[in-house]
């Protein structure tokens, strides 16, 4: 059996800080596979206790390992036999932001400093990664890759370089695991301190995959195209813990989508209620099938908000999108979350495939339909590989076969231009709090609520307030 150090390298802290359950679920499975294992989070290290600055060689300008910095001292102390890097995020998906919105230099930053303290074999995994391997690999520099979901692939893998096998760098599962083979997650008690005290909940998944087609969207690349859920008895007992050891009532289900025609969110729904669970817990919402009856069953069992991946709001934009719902399923939703003053959040996109003029003032008039609701409003689509708009813009020739896209590349509809459009979006939004446009100045805001005091998801509060 192993010393295996996992990190997690995610500094992102908008929206909110989110904790690395791809981590805990990891070190689950490693801890279950009989590994000893030491969890380590840069944001919660970074933020607190207080950076502890690297000394400077005099002479040679370099850093040297300071004996004091969190990172080198747990390198030091616990002596990984091999160390997991956990990747959540490339960028922030903001075709705003610049340099300031990508996160891999930072990454390739935290292997060059691994490497001055030890030369274990660096193990990288975690969405971000998976969604582009190879490149990500060789601009990390780090040694092997996990794509996919890690829990059979990781333990593999370090038994094969423990019986002194050369495996080859990049490695996947033998084969989807099911709903009933994921691993439990292994919470650290100070790191869930950490995000605790500054977003105020925890995350869960239920299930993995996503059956929709939507075309940007990489969900079902990453998690697989059919739904495998966990079991409903295994996920309340997670909560429960979590509740009765960490005190933790607000959660959030990381699910690709939440509501799915199998009815598993209304047993997860049905497990809290039967165990009189009192909690509080949101997810991503598709705006379609959300009946009066499943909501107040799901309001029941503690639903506190909705997110709705509505994304567009005209007939020939949602077809561009492949969104497989209608606009009027988006108003009914809408109408039903209203009725049971269930707080929602509308996430639009602008921009993308078969956006035109038209459908952009017809998109922005539809705004008012739903008013009582936090829109995040957003220009421009990341392009992304294995998905069905990287097809498109292929196709289009907005990229070639060869443009990397590690460096966010973003699609826009060859049929509008993204500034006058931009200004459109931002003229509908003046006057409206609840409209967050552009995506930076909302982060700002949400930000500002924050230093106030105010957790969760924040957008809900800000409709009470507004
Ligand atoms: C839920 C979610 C959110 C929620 C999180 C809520 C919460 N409280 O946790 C919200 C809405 C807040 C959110 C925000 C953001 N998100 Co988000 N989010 C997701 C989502 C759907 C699930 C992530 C998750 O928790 N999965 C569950 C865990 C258990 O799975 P996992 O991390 O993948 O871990 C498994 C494997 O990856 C692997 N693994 C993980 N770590 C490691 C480590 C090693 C060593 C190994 C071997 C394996 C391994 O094994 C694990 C178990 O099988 C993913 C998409 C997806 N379906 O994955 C996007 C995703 C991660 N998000 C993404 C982005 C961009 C963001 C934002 C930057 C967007 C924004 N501008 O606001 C922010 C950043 C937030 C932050 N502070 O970091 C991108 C990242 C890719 C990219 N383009 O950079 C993703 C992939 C979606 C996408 N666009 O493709 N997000
Ligand atoms: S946008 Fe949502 S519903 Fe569509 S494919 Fe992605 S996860 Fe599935």
Not at 55 to 75: F, W
Not at 395 to 410: F, N
Request: glycine share 8%; charged share 25%.
């Amino acid at each position: 059996m192993s010393r295996i150090l996992l990190i997690a390298t995610n500094r992102a802290t908008s929206p909110y800080v989110v904790y690395p359950l791809g981590m805990a679920v990891v070190a689950g499975a490693l801890t279950a596979a009989g590994h000893e294992i030491e969890q380590f989070d840069l944001l919660a290290t970074e933020t607190e206790p207080p950076k502890i600055k690297q000394a400077k060689n005099e002479q040679t300008g370099t850093k040297a390992p300071n004996p004091h910095n969190p990172l080198t001292a747990i390198i030091k102390n616990f002596a990984p036999e091999f160390i997991g890097l956990s990747l959540r995020n490339i960028d922030n998906t903001d075709s705003f932001s610049g340099v300031a919105g990508w996160y891999l230099e930072a990454a390739r930053q935290t292997v060059k400093e691994i490497r001055t303290l030890t030369a274990v074999p660096l193990i990288v995994g975690g969405p971000a990664f998976s969604l582009m391997p190879e490149a990500i690999l060789d601009y990390l520099q780090a040694d092997y890759g996990i794509i996919g979901e890690g829990e059979e692939a990781l333990p593999r893998l370090i038994k094969q370089l423990n019986a002194g096998k050369t495996p080859p760098a990049l490695h996947k599962g033998i084969r989807p695991l099911n709903g009933d083979e994921f691993a439990s997650p292994r919470f650290h008690a100070e790191i869930l301190d950490f995000y605790q005290s500054r977003s105020g909940m925890a995350n869960l998944q239920s299930k993995r995959g996503c059956p929709h087609r939507c075309a940007y969207c990489t969900y079902p690349e990453l998690e697989g195209r059919r739904f495998r859920h966990r079991p409903p008895a295994a996920v309340v007992d997670d909560l429960e813990r979590l509740k009765k050891d960490h005190k933790i009532e607000k959660f959030f289900f990381v699910d690709s989508v939440f509501n799915d025609d199998e009815g598993h969110h209304l047993a997860i729904a049905e497990e809290i209620l039967k165990r009189a669970l009192k909690l509080q817990w949101s997810a991503f919402f598709r705006p379609r099938s959300l009946g009066l009856k499943e909501l107040k069953l799901m309001q029941q069992a503690g639903l506190l908000a909705l997110e709705l991946g509505s994304d567009a709001l005209t007939a020939k934009t949602l077809a561009g999108l492949s969104k497989g719902f209608t606009f009027d399923d988006i108003c009914t939703t809408h109408e039903n979350c209203l009725k049971l003053k269930l707080p929602t959040a509308h996430y639009l996109i602008f921009g993308g495939p078969d956006e035109t003029p038209a459908t952009l003032a017809e998109g922005l008039s539809h705004l008012d339909r739903l008013a009582g609701s936090v829109l995040f409003l957003f220009s421009g689509l990341r392009l992304l590989p294995g998905t069905r708009l990287y097809q498109r813009a292929l196709q289009e020739k907005v990229i070639t076969a060869t443009t990397s896209l590690l460096r966010p590349t973003y699609y826009f509809s060859p049929e509008i231009d993204p500034e006058s459009m931009n200004r459109e979006i931002a003229q509908a939004c003046r006057g409206h709090r609840e409209r967050l446009f552009p995506p930076a100045e909302a982060l700002e805001r949400l930000k500002i609520m924050q230093r106030f005091g105010f957790k969760g998801l924040l957008w809900d509060q800000l409709l009470k307030h507004s």
